[in-house]
């Protein structure tokens, strides 16, 4: 039954805590559920940070209108996500690696890094990321990774930073998200920018305009190549933990425009 369902899963994944993961993955979610799409967040996290924030989305009535299914975690039981779920987002813990990551790549179709501008973050993203040039799913193309860049000062040049960094590593960047505290207070509240009026959050919406050019054609893709959501449904059991995520908005640079065309 779950090999027939096409659902497209997008995982949200840095070894490194704080990178920003879960602010990523929300907001993946959050503009999926604006756009009317029926998505379900996944949480792989220990801490459960998106499932507490979607309990506080439960009760704020700016959210009624876009509703995200949480991933609910049994050990005892087969999960298996509703049958009106379309689109997955999954939030994945922090130290990922080996053969957890390996079943994160195996139960996604699309991977988004967050990357902070420090050398840590830098570092601990390009780890990952060769580790998962080693996986076949990867390097066929079945399974799309790019990077965003998180919480970035546009009075400084850590945007050209990261993107230098990326590029050195051949690693896909599509934009950045830039510091700004509106993310911090939707987080609290349970929502999302795109839950706000146009007009209090039109400046982040525009210089973050969507991945929707990188990541649309696997959201409306029929042929996923994801093995089986029986794979995805594993990765929530205890011992490995994540998330689904629908689609989001970044400021996309140049080169990745001319690519697109």
């Given at each position: 039954?779950?090999?027939?369902?096409v659902?497209?899963?997008?995982?949200?994944?840095?070894?490194?805590?704080?990178?920003?993961?879960?602010?990523?993955?929300?907001?993946?979610?959050?503009?999926?559920?604006?756009?009317?799409?029926?998505?379900?967040?996944?949480?792989?996290?220990?801490?459960?940070?998106?499932?507490?924030?979607?309990?506080k989305?439960?009760?704020?009535?700016?959210?009624?209108?876009?509703?995200?299914?949480?991933?609910?975690?049994?050990?005892?039981?087969?999960?298996r996500?509703?049958?009106?779920?379309?689109?997955?987002?999954?939030?994945?813990?922090?130290?990922?690696?080996?053969?957890?990551?390996?079943?994160?790549?195996?139960?996604?179709?699309?991977?988004?890094?967050?990357?902070?501008?420090s050398?840590?973050?830098?570092?601990?993203?390009?780890?990952?990321?060769?580790?998962?040039q080693?996986?076949?799913?990867?390097?066929?193309?079945?399974?799309?990774?790019?990077?965003?860049?998180?919480?970035?000062?546009?009075?400084?040049?850590?945007?050209?930073?990261?993107?230098?960094?990326?590029?050195?590593?051949?690693?896909?960047?599509?934009?950045?998200?830039r510091?700004?505290?509106?993310?911090?207070?939707?987080?609290?509240?349970?929502?999302?920018i795109?839950?706000?009026?146009?007009?209090?959050?039109?400046?982040?919406?525009?210089?973050?305009?969507a991945?929707?050019?990188?990541?649309?054609?696997?959201?409306?893709?029929?042929?996923?190549?994801?093995?089986?959501?029986?794979?995805?449904?594993?990765?929530?059991?205890?011992?490995?933990?994540?998330?689904?995520?629908?689609?989001?908005?970044?400021?996309?640079?140049?080169?990745?425009?001319?690519?697109?065309?």
């Amino acid at each position: 039954e779950l090999r027939k369902r096409v659902m497209p899963v997008i995982a949200v994944v840095n070894p490194k805590g704080g990178s920003g993961k879960s602010t990523l993955a929300t907001h993946l979610a959050g503009h999926g559920a604006a756009l009317g799409l029926p998505v379900m967040l996944g949480d792989a996290d220990r801490q459960k940070s998106t499932l507490v924030w979607l309990r506080k989305r439960s009760a704020e009535p700016l959210a009624a209108k876009a509703p995200i299914v949480s991933w609910v975690v049994d050990s005892n039981k087969i999960l298996r996500p509703p049958s009106s779920v379309t689109h997955v987002v999954l939030d994945t813990p922090a130290g990922l690696q080996g053969h957890e990551l390996v079943r994160a790549v195996m139960c996604a179709d699309a991977i988004v890094m967050p990357v902070c501008d420090s050398a840590f973050d830098r570092d601990a993203a390009a780890q990952c990321w060769a580790e998962l040039q080693q996986h076949p799913r990867i390097t066929s193309g079945r399974c799309r990774v790019a990077a965003v860049g998180m919480r970035i000062d546009t009075r400084t040049r850590a945007d050209d930073t990261l993107q230098t960094w990326a590029r050195a590593i051949g690693l896909p960047f599509i934009g950045v998200l830039r510091d700004t505290k509106m993310y911090v207070r939707c987080i609290e509240r349970g929502l999302t920018i795109f839950d706000l009026p146009v007009a209090r959050t039109q400046a982040d919406r525009d210089q973050r305009s969507a991945i929707l050019d990188w990541r649309g054609p696997l959201w409306v893709s029929r042929e996923l190549g994801t093995p089986s959501q029986a794979a995805a449904l594993a990765l929530a059991q205890p011992q490995v933990r994540r998330r689904h995520l629908p689609s989001l908005s970044v400021r996309l640079h140049p080169a990745t425009r001319r690519s697109a065309r």
